[in-house]
């Protein structure tokens, strides 16, 4: 199946009112469909999936956020479940190991890493102690002459363990140390062996697992075997600018529940950044919209929200058209609000009253700010004499007076059929 396909499966619930167990299961299939042609290990396809279904049903769902907005955030929580908050390396003097597989891109990272912490001001350097793959330490050294930081390697000698103990003890004056270790082909005794010494010599601060985003299905055993051996500390992607989502690396991961750090995304030492969990599961699941949705998630979570519930409670005043203009400002217009009633339910509810535009939300402000607490509370009071001082007070016509009153005067009566329960509230549905 498509990638698109998932796509318009997660469409069809944006359009759908309310989350029930059918809807559900079928996001869920394409889901776990996406995931798996994605190289998400398959038994983690499994426990994600099984999560969703769950949570879908039992979360409460975040006010203003639709059922697909919903699921989407259960989803992108599941997956980066013990792995998205990225890692914070502060810069103070530090050695960081990597290892990996042969080709996973270990020694480019070196060099990458390198020149993040430069840029950032440490006195950096690197060490070349990839023995097994003779070019690394031409690479690296060349690398490292390229961007301007210390470098310390022998060629020819065998011992890696040496190489590391006197590379130390050569660099230290340097702040930042990276290392860069052998690789092989596959996981063998031998290699965790040399990386076993070379962590004892080394005390490194920070051990990362380097991963090819094109690594399949057996990620997550490796990366579970490097962390026994060692213990990882965190998780770097490269090749990211290829075609593969990464999922494999993902997995990885989350078996060692250990951070994404860093994603690296071309062959240049610059192609580094730090881990972006919108921007990665967007990719993975084919969804560009994700990040939109974690700012959004952001605003109203932390600012006050636009509750038809909480105003159905009390009496609705101009204090309350005030709270929806600045919940306007955060989550787009009121139209919006509204698309929540169920389809086919007549408003019956003059267009021009609920069209906001910005310049309009920012005069109605204008006024209301010049209106007395009174007002604001019972605007019933607000006759001929008081529209006039207000119009005057804040530099407005009696004419936009009359139409904030308007407006909130329909605004009053659709609140007032909420009430009465004529227009059942299903949950927001704002432009997203
Ligand atoms: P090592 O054996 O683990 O040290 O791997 P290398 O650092 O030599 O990288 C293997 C190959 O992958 C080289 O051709 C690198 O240029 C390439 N490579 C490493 N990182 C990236 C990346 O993020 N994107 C791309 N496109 N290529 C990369």
Do not use: C
Not at 228 to 238: H, P
Not at 281 to 291: H, Q
Request: charged content about 35%; aromatic content about 6%; proline content about 3%.
């Amino acid at each position: 199946m498509a990638l698109d396909t998932l796509k318009d499966v997660v469409r069809k619930i944006a359009r759908s009112s309310s989350i029930d167990k059918h809807l559900v299961d079928e996001v869920v299939k394409d889901i776990q469909r996406a995931l798996i042609r994605a190289d998400v290990n398959v038994r983690q396809v499994k426990e994600i999936t099984d999560a969703i279904k769950k949570r879908a049903l039992s979360d409460e769902p975040l006010k203003s956020l639709n059922p697909r907005e919903h699921i989407i955030k259960i989803v992108y929580e599941e997956l980066l479940k013990g792995v998205g908050d990225g890692l914070e390396i502060p810069l103070e003097k530090a050695r960081i190991m990597l290892v990996g597989l042969q080709g996973s891109g270990k020694t480019t990272t070196t060099a990458k890493l390198a020149k993040y912490f430069k840029d950032r001001g440490m006195k950096t350097a690197v060490i070349a102690a990839d023995t097994w793959r003779p070019a690394a330490y031409d690479q690296l050294k060349q690398l490292a002459e390229s961007i301007g930081v210390g470098f310390y390697g022998e060629k020819g000698e065998k011992d890696a363990v040496k190489i590391v103990k006197r590379g130390l003890e050569e660099l230290k004056d340097y702040d930042m140390i990276i290392i860069d270790t052998a690789g092989r082909h596959a996981l063998e005794d031998e290699l965790i062996k040399e990386m076993v010494e070379i962590e004892k010599v080394a005390k490194p601060d920070y051990k990362f697992l380097v991963l090819d985003a094109a690594i399949g299905q057996l990620a997550s055993k490796q990366a579970q075997a490097f962390h026994d051996a060692i213990g990882i500390d965190g998780i770097v992607i490269t090749k990211f600018d290829g075609t593969a989502k990464g999922g494999g690396a993902l997995s990885a991961a989350r078996q060692i529940q250990i951070p994404i750090a860093f994603i690296g995304s071309g062959e240049r030492v610059d192609d580094l950044d730090r881990f972006d969990p919108a921007g990665f599961i967007s990719r993975l699941l084919g969804m560009g919209d994700i990040k939109a949705l974690l700012e959004k998630i952001e605003r109203i979570t932390q600012e006050e929200e636009l509750d038809p519930e909480k105003f159905l409670k009390g009496e609705f005043t101009l204090k309350d058209v005030y709270k929806q203009i600045e919940a306007m400002n955060k989550m787009g217009p009121i139209r919006k609000v509204f698309e929540m009633l169920p389809l086919g339910m007549s408003m019956k509810v003059d267009d021009d009253a609920l069209e906001m535009t910005q310049e309009k939300m920012k005069r109605f402000r204008v006024i209301m700010d010049s209106m007395t607490e009174e007002e604001l509370l019972n605007p019933k009071i607000i006759d001929g004499s008081r529209i006039r001082r207000i119009a005057i007070g804040s530099g407005t016509s009696p004419q936009e007076v009359k139409e904030l009153l308007k407006y909130y005067n329909t605004m009053k009566s659709l609140m007032k059929r909420m009430k009465k329960g004529r227009l059942p509230i299903k949950g927001l549905k704002m432009g997203f």
